[in-house]
C-alpha cells in the first residue's frame, strides 16, 4: 500500500474475520512478493515438525486441521519471507540522519538485514563490518566498564528458549542481572502479581478447558487482532451456548460478530457467529469496581441463603476471605456503578452469568495489566475465581493472553531481573560460577540509568526498545549518549536509528528460517501462553548467508566478553541438545529429560501447581488479597483529563506496523486518530473529525505534547480516548507505572485534548 494514500474513515458494520480476512491474507502475501513460498510456509506454521507462528503466543489448537494460521499469522510471517533486502548499498546511500526522517513503516519495509553493520560517525552512515569484528567491539566495551551494572541487555518475546537461556547465563556470567524485557510493559502484572494470589505467575488453563468452560470472561484483549486463533475457540463456545462475556471500553468488532475464515459454509454463505452474549462498556480503568460489584452481587446472595460461592474451596484451599470479603461489602454500590460505568443491572446480570456457571475461564490482556494497579487487579480476578473454586477442575482457570510467541518461555529459562536465590545456586552449580545477588533493572529502571548516565551499553536481543518505551523523545536522548548500542535483528528499525557513540546492527536467521550447523539441522523451543513447550523448526533457506542464529550470536559475544570463561560456549553453537540438557539440569522441576521430552512431536505441558490445587504462596494456599478502594489508577484532579488508552491497530505487530489502516475501527491510511465519543467531542466545542493535539497531565513539569491527530467519533465510554502505540509513546511518562512490576500505565494516561490552533500559538509564545 502506498504511505501517501488518503485517510478516510468509516464505520465498520460486519462481522469480523470471514472473506475480509481471506483477502488480507492473500494481500500481505502479494506485497511481499512471496505468495508461492510464503503459502508453503504457511503449511508448515504451527504443524508438528514445522515451525511456530512469529506472531502471538496463543497455543495449537487439540483438534485437528489442515490449516493452522490466521490473517495476522500471515503478515507476520509475510514480512519475515519477504523477499525485500536491505544490503550495504542501502546504507551507502542512506545517511543515519535521512533514515530518522523516514516513518517506522517505511524502516521495517525495507526488508530484511542481509549482513552485519557499523556504525561510522565520520559519513554517519551504516558500513559492513565482519561478524568477529563485531563481537571483538561487544567484548571490548564490555570489558572496559567499571561495574557490569552500567549494561542492559534487553530481550523482545520472539527469542527462543535456547538462546534465551544461554543469554541469561552469559549476562549472569558477566555479572549483572541487568534483564529489561518486553515482559516488563506486557505481562508482567500477571508474573509478579499472580504468584502472591495463586503461586504461579501464568495462566492456568490448557487448551481443552476452553472447550469444557460454561462460561467464558474475556477483560482488556482484542483477540481477533492480538491472537486471532482463539477465535476458534470462542466460535466453538458460542456454538454450544456458552454465554462470553466481554469487557472492554471499545466494542471490538470480532468480540461482537465473527466469521471463522476457515469454515467453508459460512465463508460461502457469509454466515458468522455472534461471539459476546454480554458487552460490558467499561470505563477506562473501571474494571476493579465491576469486579468489585460482582463479588459484592454474589456475597450479598451468600449471606441471603442462596449458594453460590464454593464454600468447601474457600474452606479448604484459601487464606484471608474474611478481611477480604469486609472491604469488598464496604464499597457502596454507588461508587462501584460510578467508577466502572456500568449499571447495577447489568453488574448483576453478569454476576448471574458467573453464578450460573460450574467451570469459568477468565482470559485477559493489555486492558488489564497496563495500568497502575494492574498487578492487584489482576489479583481480583484470581479472587474473583476462587470464590466459585474456579482453579483445579476442567473448564476453569486464568487464562492471561500472551503477546509475544516466546515471551513466557523466556521468563521461564531466566530472563528476569529479579532472579530468585534458589534459581541463582542452580545456575552457580550447574555452570560453575558465582551469579551476582542483587536484582536489577526492569525496562523503566534500565531507562533512568541511561537518563542519568549510569548505563553506557545496551545490547537488544530483539525488539524495538526505543519505540516500545514510554517517554519517546527523552529516551532518544537518553539513548544517543550511550557508548554502545547493539541490535540484533531481523528487520531494520528505529532502534537502530538512534543509537550510541558505537553501533552495531547484528542480522539473525528468524524463527521461518532453516537453522544449519556442523552437527545438522537445528529446532529451537519456545512455551507458549498455555506453558506447553513445543519444539519450532524454520523451513525457508535463510534471508542471506551472512546471518547468523541468535544461539551462535550470544556465544560468540560471550566468548568475546569472557575470553577464559569455562563455559563450553564454542560446543553450544553446533548442537542445541546440548542446551537443552543444561536447562534440564537447571530446572528439574519442570524440564526433567527436556532433550528426550522434546522429541513429542506435540511437545510437553510445564507443571502448573494450582492446576492440581497446589499453592505455592507464603500461606500454602490461595490468597484473597485486599486491595483497597474501586481506582486501578490514581486521581487526577482536572475537569478535562481525559484517559488515554495506547492500542494497536489490526494491522500492526507491536511497532512494525504492516500497513496504516484499522479495517475493524473503520480507519484507512491513517494512524494519528483519536477515538472518542461524539458527546465528549460536543462537550468540548470540536467539530467532527478536528484536528487536535494530545498533552499528558503530569506534575513533573515536562511538556508532553503530540500534535496532528484527528478527533474520529467512537462508541468510547465517558472521560475514555484511545489512540495508537507507538505513535502515542510521548505522551506515556517513564514515571507512570504499576508499582509492583513496573509495567507503563500505557491504557490509562491522563491527558488533555488542545485545539491545534491553540497549541500552536502557545508553541510560538514559547
Ligand atoms: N497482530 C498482532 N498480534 C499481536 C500483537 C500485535 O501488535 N499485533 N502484539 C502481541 C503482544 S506483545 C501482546 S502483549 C498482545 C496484545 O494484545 P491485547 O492485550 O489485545 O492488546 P491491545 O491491543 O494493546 O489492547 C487490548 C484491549 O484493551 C482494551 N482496553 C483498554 N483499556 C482498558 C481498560 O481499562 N479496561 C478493559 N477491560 N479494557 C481496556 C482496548 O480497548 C483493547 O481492546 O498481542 C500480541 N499479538
Ligand atoms: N504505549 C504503549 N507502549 C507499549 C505497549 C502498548 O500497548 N502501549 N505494549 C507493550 C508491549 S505488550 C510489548 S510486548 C512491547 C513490545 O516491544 P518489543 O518486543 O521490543 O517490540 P517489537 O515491535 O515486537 O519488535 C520488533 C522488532 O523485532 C525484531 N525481530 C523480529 N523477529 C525477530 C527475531 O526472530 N529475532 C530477533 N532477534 N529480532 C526479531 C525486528 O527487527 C523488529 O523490528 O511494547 C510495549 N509498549
Ligand atoms: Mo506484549
Not at 9 to 37: F, I, N, R
Not at 81 to 109: C, G, I, N, P
Not at 346 to 352: L, S
Not at 699 to 722: C, F, H, K, N, Q
Request: proline residues 6%; contains cysteine.
Amino acid at each position: 500500500m502506498s504511505e501517501t494514500a488518503k485517510p478516510h474513515y468509516e464505520t465498520y458494520d460486519h462481522p469480523a474475520g470471514g472473506w475480509g480476512a481471506a483477502k488480507a491474507t492473500a494481500k500481505a502475501l502479494l506485497e511481499q512478493s512471496v505468495l508461492g513460498k510464503g503459502s508453503r510456509a504457511l503449511l508448515s506454521m504451527n504443524k508438528p515438525g514445522g515451525f511456530k507462528c512469529p506472531s502471538c503466543a496463543f497455543p495449537d489448537p487439540d483438534r485437528e486441521k489442515t490449516l493452522e494460521f490466521c490473517e495476522n499469522g500471515a503478515k507476520a510471517l509475510a514480512v519475515e519471507a519477504t523477499k525485500k533486502r536491505v544490503t550495504r548499498a542501502f546504507f551507502e546511500q542512506h545517511t543515519v540522519t535521512e533514515l530518522m526522517a523516514q516513518s517506522d513503516y517505511w524502516l521495517e519495509e525495507q526488508g530484511r538485514l542481509t549482513e552485519p553493520m557499523r556504525y561510522d560517525a565520520a559519513t554517519d552512515r551504516y558500513v559492513p563490518v565482519t561478524w568477529d569484528d563485531a563481537y571483538a567491539m561487544i567484548g571490548r566495551h564490555l570489558r572496559a566498564l567499571k561495574d557490569p551494572n552500567e549494561a542492559e541487555f534487553y530481550t523482545s518475546g520472539r527469542t527462543s528458549n535456547e538462546a534465551a537461556f544461554l543469554y541469561s547465563i552469559f549476562v549472569r556470567a558477566y555479572g549483572t542481572n541487568n534483564f529489561p524485557d518486553c515482559s516488563n510493559m506486557c505481562h508482567e502484572p500477571t508474573s509478579r502479581g499472580l504468584p502472591h494470589a495463586i503461586g504461579v505467575g501464568k495462566g492456568t488453563i490448557v487448551m481443552s478447558d476452553f472447550d469444557k468452560a460454561e462460561a467464558i470472561f474475556i477483560f482488556g484483549q482484542n483477540t481477533g487482532t492480538n491472537s486471532p486463533r482463539m477465535m476458534s475457540n470462542l466460535v466453538h463456545a458460542r456454538k454450544h451456548n456458552v454465554p462470553i462475556v466481554v469487557v472492554n471500553p471499545m466494542p471490538e468488532r470480532a468480540l461482537i460478530r465473527f466469521t471463522e475464515p476457515q469454515d467453508p459454509v459460512k465463508m460461502a454463505t457469509f454466515g458468522s457467529t455472534a461471539i459476546a452474549s454480554e458487552f460490558v462498556h467499561i470505563r477506562i480503568g473501571g474494571d476493579l469496581a465491576l469486579v468489585k460489584g460482582m463479588i459484592k452481587a454474589l456475597l450479598e446472595r451468600d449471606a441471603a441463603g442462596e449458594k453460590v460461592l464454593d464454600q468447601e474451596f474457600i474452606a479448604e484451599h484459601t487464606h484471608g476471605f474474611e478481611a477480604w470479603r469486609d472491604e469488598v461489602l464496604s464499597c457502596s454500590w454507588q461508587d462501584i456503578t460510578r467508577v466502572s460505568g456500568i449499571s447495577e443491572e447489568q453488574i448483576r446480570r453478569v454476576a448471574e452469568i458467573y453464578a450460573r456457571s460450574k467451570a469459568t475461564v477468565l482470559c485477559f490482556g493489555m486492558g488489564i495489566t497496563q495500568h497502575q494497579q494492574g498487578s492487584r487487579m489482576i489479583q481480583q480476578l484470581a479472587a474473583l475465581l476462587m470464590l466459585r473454586g474456579n482453579f483445579g477442575k476442567p473448564g476453569a482457570g486464568i487464562a492471561p493472553i500472551r503477546g509475544h510467541s516466546n515471551v513466557q518461555g523466556d521468563r521461564t529459562v531466566g530472563i528476569d531481573e529479579k532472579p530468585t536465590q534458589a534459581y541463582l545456586d542452580r545456575v552457580r552449580d550447574t555452570f560453575n560460577f558465582e551469579p551476582p545477588r542483587e536484582h536489577g533493572h526492569h525496562v523503566v529502571e534500565s531507562v533512568e540509568a541511561m537518563i542519568d548516565g549510569r548505563s553506557k551499553v545496551f545490547i537488544g536481543m530483539g525488539g524495538n526498545f526505543i519505540h516500545a518505551i514510554p517517554d519517546t523523545i527523552i529516551a532518544y536522548e537518553a539513548m544517543s549518549r550511550l557508548d554502545l548500542t547493539v541490535g540484533i535483528a531481523t528487520k531494520l528499525n528505529r532502534g537502530h536509528i538512534v543509537h550510541g557513540k558505537d553501533a552495531l546492527i547484528l542480522p539473525v536467521i528468524a524463527r521461518s528460517e532453516i537453522d544449519r550447523t556442523s552437527a545438522g539441522e537445528q529446532f529451537v523451543t519456545i512455551e507458549d501462553a498455555m506453558s506447553n513447550v513445543t519444539s519450532s523448526r524454520g523451513v525457508l533457506e535463510p534471508a542471506s548467508p551472512d546471518l547468523r542464529a541468535e544461539v551462535e550470536i550470544v556465544c560468540r559475544i560471550a566468548r568475546a566478553t569472557l575470553p577464559d570463561s569455562h563455559i563450553p560456549w564454542e560446543s553450544y553453537i553446533e548442537d542445541y541438545d546440548l542446551i537443552r540438557e543444561k536447562i534440564a539440569q537447571v530446572y528439574p522441576e519442570i524440564y526433567t529429560d527436556f532433550p528426550k521430552k522434546i522429541k513429542n512431536p506435540k511437545g510437553f505441558h510445564l507443571d502448573i501447581p494450582p492446576r492440581r490445587r497446589v499453592w505455592k504462596t507464603s500461606t500454602g494456599k490461595a490468597n484473597f488479597l485486599v486491595i483497597p478502594g474501586l481506582a486501578v489508577d490514581s486521581d487526577v484532579p482536572d475537569p478535562d483529563m481525559l484517559r488515554l488508552s495506547t492500542i494497536r491497530s489490526h494491522d500492526q505487530y507491536n511497532t512494525t506496523i504492516y500497513s496504516n489502516s484499522d479495517r475493524y475501527r473503520g480507519v484507512y491510511n491513517d494512524r494519528m486518530v483519536l477515538f472518542l465519543s461524539a458527546a465528549e467531542r460536543e462537550e468540548r466545542g470540536l467539530e467532527k473529525h478536528a484536528r487536535v493535539a494530545l498533552e499528558t497531565i503530569s506534575s513533573d513539569g515536562v511538556t508532553r505534547r503530540v500534535e496532528g491527530l484527528t478527533v474520529l467519533d467512537y462508541p468510547m465510554p465517558r472521560g475514555a480516548i484511545a489512540g495508537y502505540y507507538p505513535e502515542l509513546n510521548p505522551l506515556l511518562p517513564l514515571s507512570h507505572f504499576d508499582d509492583i512490576s513496573g509495567t507503563p500505565a500505557a491504557k490509562s494516561i491522563p491527558v488533555r485534548i488542545v485545539a491545534m490552533a491553540d497549541a500552536t500559538r502557545e508553541a510560538a509564545a514559547a
